[in-house]
C-alpha cells in the first residue's frame, strides 16, 4: 500500500536522521518545481485544507481524490486534522520514483511525508498493484492525522496497523488467512513487526497485515470510545504501555497475547485450509499427467484384449460348427448287383398271390 518516511523511524540508525532532512528537503524542491511546471497548464486543485497538483491527464483522478478527502477528514479516536496537506499525483512510475527518492521501498504504491504535510501518490499509469486509489489516500492521510496528533510516539507497527485500520482495509486479512506457517510457528512480538516493513514485499504484506490486526484488536476493547482514550493518554503519559492499561485495563504483555491468540485462533483454520488447498492443486498437476498416461495405456490395454475375445469368440464358433457337423453320420449308399449295369436295373417284380393272401402253398 504505502508508507509513511517519519523522522522518529529514522533517527534509529546512525546519520539517518540527517539523510531524512535532505530528503524531505529535496523532495519539496521537487515538488515546488512540479507546481511551478504544473501551474503553467491550469491544474492545481485546493479546497479547505487540501491542495492536490497534477498533470492534465490525471485530472478526472485528482478531482476525485479531493472531493474524498473533504467527505471524510475524520480518523478514528484523533481530534480532526488541521494541517494543510499537498497531494501530488505522478504522472507515471519514472517520476514518482523521482518524487519519493531513494530510501523508499520498491513495492510502495505511495508515500507520505509527515514532517512536511505532504503525500506522493501514483497517477492513472499505476498498475494494478497500486491498490484503490481513494483507499491509497486515505492510508497515507491517516499517517498525517496521527503524526499530528502525537508526532512521533507511534512505534512503526502501530503507524502502519493505524492507516491501515482507518482506511479499512479489511483486505488485509487475506494475507493471514492464506499463511499458515505464520500464525501457526512465526507469530513474532508487536516490537519485531517494524522490521517486517523494511524487507522485500511479501514480508511486508504479512506486517501490514499483522499490524492492521493489532490496532483492531485494540480499538476492539473498548467498543463505545475504541482509541480515543487511548490516543489521549498515550500523550499524555508518552508510554503505550501506560496508556493500553489506563484505557483497556491491562497491560500491554496481555494485550500483545491475546492478540497473538486471537488471530491464531481466526485464521489458523483458514490458513490450514488455504495451505492444503494449494498442496492439493499443486499435487493435482503433478499426478494429472501421469493419470492421463495411465488411463490411455489402460484404454489401450482394454481395446487389445476386446479385439482378443472377439478373434477368439469368432475362432470357437468356427470350430463348433466343424465339429459339429463331422458329427453327424451319412448314410452308407446301395451297392449295386455283380451283373448289372448301370441304368439296367428293373424294377423288383411282386410277390405271388399265395404270399400277399397268406395262406400256406398246397402239399
Partial sequence: MGKALRR???SRGGGAGARLNVTVCWLVAALLTSATQLSAQELRLEDQRFTVIAYPRDELLARSLLAAAIANDTFQGLPRPKARVVIAIAPDR??????????????GAAIAFPASSRIVMQGRSAG??????IEVLRHELAHLALHEALGDLPPRWFDE???????NEVARDAVLGANFALLMRGMPSLDSLDAGFRSGSI?????????YRAVAELAALDRARGLTLFFRYWKESGRFDVAVRRAYGITQARFEDMWQRRTRRRYGGLALVAD????????????LPFYVIRRRRDRLRMAALVRADEEAERREAENAIETLLRSIPLPPPDPPGPSAEPGDES?????????????????
Fill in 161 to 167: 496497523g493505524y492507516a491501515s485500520y482507518a482506511a
Fill in 203 to 211: 514480508r511486508a504484506d504479512a506486517s501490514y497485515a499483522l499490524a
Fill in 94 to 107: 519514472r517520476v514518482f520514483r523521482e518524487w519519493i527518492g531513494p530510501n523508499a521501498p520498491e513495492w
Fill in 347 to 363: 424294377p423288383p417284380s411282386p410277390p405271388p398271390d399265395d404270399a400277399r393272401s397268406g395262406s400256406p402253398p398246397p402239399g
Fill in 276 to 287: 492444503l488447498s494449494v498442496a492439493a492443486i499443486a499435487t493435482v498437476f503433478l499426478v
Fill in 8 to 10: 522518529g523511524a529514522s
Fill in 128 to 133: 494494478s498493484d497500486a491498490g484503490n486509489p
